[in-house]
């Protein structure tokens, strides 16, 4: 799903059913949908390795994913939550290291 709903300035539908067990790769999927803000914190997404930039510029997105939490990535969040809606997690911490998703339930 790579770059899946980039630059969709205004794409919010209701994709919370969506089935994503699959999915391997989400990185830059809400890059810059600047009207994105729906609760996917349902989806499976125990396949997924990649999340750099996922909601980069999703500016309106804010929703709780710790639900996502534990999950292990191959890549890291690096500007996951960017200019999003969330507060951006530090560079460095105990909230991180290097494989979990933990930092979700912290900082969105």
Same mark, same amino acid.
């Given at each position: #799903? %790579?770059? #899946?709903?980039?630059?969709?300035? +205004?794409?919010?539908?209701? +994709?919370? $059913? @969506? &089935? ?5 790769? #989400? *990185? ?10 729906? *609760?996917?914190?349902? @989806? ?6 990649? +999340? &750099?930039? #996922? ?8 929703? &709780?994913?710790?639900? @996502? !939490?534990?999950? %292990?990535?191959?890549?890291? %969040? ?12 530090? !560079?460095?911490? %105990?909230?991180?290291? $290097?494989?979990? @998703?933990?930092?979700?339930? !912290?900082?969105?």
């Amino acid at each position: #799903m %790579p770059q #899946m709903f980039a630059a969709a300035t +205004i794409f919010n539908q209701n +994709i919370a $059913g @969506w &089935n994503v067990a699959k999915v391997t790769r #989400m *990185d830059y999927c809400f890059w810059k949908a600047s009207a994105f803000n729906v *609760d996917i914190s349902g @989806w499976a997404i125990n396949s997924v390795a990649d +999340i &750099n930039g #996922m909601f980069y510029e999703a500016t309106l997105f804010n929703q &709780n994913l710790c639900a @996502w !939490a534990h999950h %292990p990535l191959s890549t890291g %969040p690096a500007l996951a939550f960017h200019r999003t809606g969330c507060p951006s997690p530090p !560079a460095a911490g %105990p909230w991180w290291d $290097g494989t979990k @998703w933990d930092y979700l339930c !912290a900082y969105c």
